[in-house]
């Protein structure tokens, strides 16, 4: 079941307040649709788990960087990512 949008914002607050289960939730939610993303990007599965780990640090770490006025969460995501892969190729 997809997780909705007012939900990830609040999972994505409280990652940026360094809720650990909060970005797990997050993570948990969102993953899968990265990955699919990277793989697309990179071509190499290997490549693209490797970039994904790296992803999710940055979003650790820039989490309060997020603005809902700006976009949705996933788009702030896939922002992430593909700027990662690019850096990567």
């Known amino acids: 079941m997809p997780v909705?949008?007012?939900?990830l914002?609040?999972?994505l607050s409280g990652t940026a307040?360094?809720?650990?289960?909060a970005f797990k939730t997050l993570y948990e939610a969102t993953s899968p649709?990265?990955?699919?993303?990277?793989v697309q990007?990179?071509?190499?599965r290997d490549d693209a788990?490797?970039?994904l780990q790296d992803t999710y640090?940055?979003?650790w770490h820039r989490s309060g960087d997020y603005h809902a006025e700006r976009g949705?969460?996933?788009?702030w995501l896939s922002s992430i990512a593909r700027y990662h892969a690019l850096d990567i190729l």
């Open 4 to 7: 909705e949008e007012e939900q």
């Open 9 to 11: 914002r609040s999972l």
């Open 17 to 21: 307040a360094g809720d650990r289960e």
């Open 33 to 38: 649709r990265i990955l699919g993303l990277l």
């Open 41 to 44: 990007l990179l071509k190499q």
């Open 49 to 51: 788990e490797d970039a």
């Open 57 to 59: 640090i940055k979003v």
């Open 72 to 75: 949705r969460v996933n788009t």
